[in-house]
Nanobody, 125 residues
């Protein structure tokens, strides 16, 4: 079982930066890959970024490439999402999720069986 808790959301202006955190707890985190998703009102949940607990490979959705960076701190069992150059269309609830490591890199919501409660990010003009 994996327990995930997101934090760091808030209200920012377009062009600002924000860093989200996801604190994870599980007996064997190394067997999971982590992902960030987001969901705007009336839209489907969208893959944002992904990372394994081991190695350095990262994955990004097309809409955030070059602006967002996913990283992790293994000692603190925490995954981060650094969001730069935020746009109005980045407004959404952001979720942290975990998937078995063999699904690493997957952008498919059904592959992720563990989810946090979400944190709201609102970008204003």
């Amino acid at each position: 079982q994996v327990h995930l808790v997101e934090s760091g959301g808030g209200l920012v202006q377009a062009g600002d930066s924000l860093r989200l955190s996801c604190a994870a707890s599980a007996r064997t985190l190394s067997t999971y890959a982590m992902g960030w998703f987001r969901q705007a009102p009336g839209k489907e949940r969208e893959f944002v970024a992904g990372i394994r607990w081991s190695g350095t490979t990262t994955y990004y959705g097309d809409s955030v490439k070059g602006r967002f960076t996913i990283s992790r701190d293994n000692a603190k069992n925490t995954v981060f999402l650094q969001m730069n150059s935020l746009k109005l269309e980045d407004t959404a609830v952001y979720f942290c999720a975990a998937t078995p490591v063999y699904n690493s890199g997957s952008k498919n919501v059904p592959h992720y069986g563990h989810w946090g409660q979400g944190t709201q990010v609102t970008v204003s003009s």
